[in-house]
């Protein structure tokens, strides 16, 4: 009552907007750098579980943005993957906990978005999917929805282990540091490279900093006794001193900075914690 409630997460517009400059932006930077010919397609890989970040892929290809094929880069909880690969959305699976916890998602909000898009801006087909998703946890596309998908997209995933040697790999190769998430698109993306051939210029959306994702990043790249009894603040130094590079100025001295909220709720605690808060 009196309130009005939002999120930012990738179902927002607030997210998907600015997501959509990037790829423009990202296109131009490689053209005014020489590195491709104006109107030249150019193939995106984007690690993705929520399916906001390559909606936004989609929407800049929609509108002009030359481009050859968008990779979808799934981690071990690889429902899209399979989707992509079958035309059957099934989130009745086990749910893994991975290194790339922003992907670890079973129900992808913003694939219902691009169905919609697919088959002809039909509400009542796709009604008829998210309902089958809501009641049987599965759902299975028509011919014509998946062949525009395939037209499109390509999909894989790479598990931890993959992950962390392509942190390692990349880091040995280019003294450069990638997070987990961005490892994940890597992965994926030499093995969309093996599997098509593809030698189109491909950009890889790097998701975040490799610094908040510390210790998967210090293990892959200096091994498990390295980070072996270091807790999260020792890391950010040892990662920083490894690498060359400083630590993000919203991490630099966390730790000597007051904690202001403690609380905790549980899942079924949660609706009577907000209307707590609201009604302080």
């Given at each position: 009552q009196?309130?009005?409630?939002?999120?930012?997460?990738?179902?927002?517009?607030?997210?998907?907007?600015p997501?959509?400059?990037?790829?423009?932006?990202a296109?131009?930077d490689?053209?005014?750098?020489?590195?491709?010919?104006?109107d030249?397609?150019?193939?995106?890989v984007?690690?993705?579980?929520?399916?906001?970040?390559?909606?936004?892929a989609?929407?800049?290809?929609?509108?002009?943005?030359?481009?050859?094929?968008?990779v979808?880069?799934?981690?071990?909880?690889?429902?899209?993957?399979?989707?992509?690969?079958?035309?059957?959305?099934?989130?009745d699976r086990?749910?893994?906990?991975t290194?790339?916890?922003?992907?670890?998602?079973l129900?992808s909000?913003?694939?219902e978005?691009?169905?919609?898009?697919?088959?002809?801006?039909d509400?009542?087909?796709?009604?008829?999917w998210m309902?089958d998703l809501?009641?049987k946890?599965?759902y299975?596309?028509?011919?014509?929805t998946r062949?525009?998908?395939?037209s499109?997209f390509?999909?894989?995933?790479s598990d931890?282990?993959?992950?962390?040697?392509?942190?390692?790999?990349v880091?040995r190769?280019?003294?450069?540091?990638?997070?987990?998430?961005t490892?994940?698109?890597?992965?994926?993306?030499?093995?969309y490279?093996?599997?098509t051939?593809?030698?189109?210029?491909?950009?890889v959306?790097?998701?975040a900093?490799p610094?908040?994702?510390?210790?998967?990043v210090?293990?892959a790249?200096?091994?498990?006794e390295?980070?072996?009894g270091?807790?999260?603040f020792k890391?950010?130094?040892?990662l920083?001193?490894?690498?060359?590079v400083?630590?993000p100025?919203?991490?630099?001295?966390?730790?000597r900075?007051?904690v202001?909220f403690?609380e905790?709720?549980?899942?079924?605690?949660?609706?009577?914690?907000v209307?707590k808060?609201?009604?302080?």
């Amino acid at each position: 009552q009196n309130y009005s409630l939002s999120s930012a997460n990738s179902i927002n517009w607030g997210r998907l907007v600015p997501q959509i400059v990037y790829y423009f932006s990202a296109y131009l930077d490689l053209l005014a750098g020489g590195r491709i010919k104006q109107d030249e397609k150019i193939n995106f890989v984007v690690p993705t579980g929520n399916f906001g970040n390559i909606l936004a892929a989609y929407y800049a290809m929609q509108m002009g943005l030359p481009v050859n094929r968008l990779v979808c880069a799934s981690n071990a909880n690889n429902v899209l993957t399979d989707f992509m690969h079958t035309g059957v959305y099934n989130r009745d699976r086990d749910f893994q906990k991975t290194l790339s916890p922003s992907m670890d998602i079973l129900i992808s909000s913003n694939l219902e978005r691009l169905l919609y898009h697919l088959c002809d801006r039909d509400p009542a087909r796709v009604r008829g999917w998210m309902s089958d998703l809501n009641q049987k946890g599965v759902y299975r596309i028509d011919k014509d929805t998946r062949a525009g998908i395939d037209s499109m997209f390509w999909s894989a995933y790479s598990d931890d282990r993959e992950t962390l040697a392509t942190i390692r790999s990349v880091y040995r190769r280019y003294g450069y540091l990638v997070d987990t998430h961005t490892a994940v698109g890597l992965s994926v993306y030499q093995k969309y490279a093996a599997a098509t051939g593809d030698a189109a210029r491909t950009i890889v959306a790097s998701t975040a900093s490799p610094f908040k994702f510390n210790e998967s990043v210090a293990r892959a790249i200096l091994g498990e006794e390295a980070v072996r009894g270091q807790d999260e603040f020792k890391l950010l130094q040892v990662l920083e001193e490894t690498s060359g590079v400083a630590v993000p100025a919203g991490l630099k001295g966390l730790d000597r900075k007051p904690v202001f909220f403690r609380e905790t709720a549980a899942k079924g605690q949660m609706k009577d914690f907000v209307q707590k808060i609201l009604d302080a």
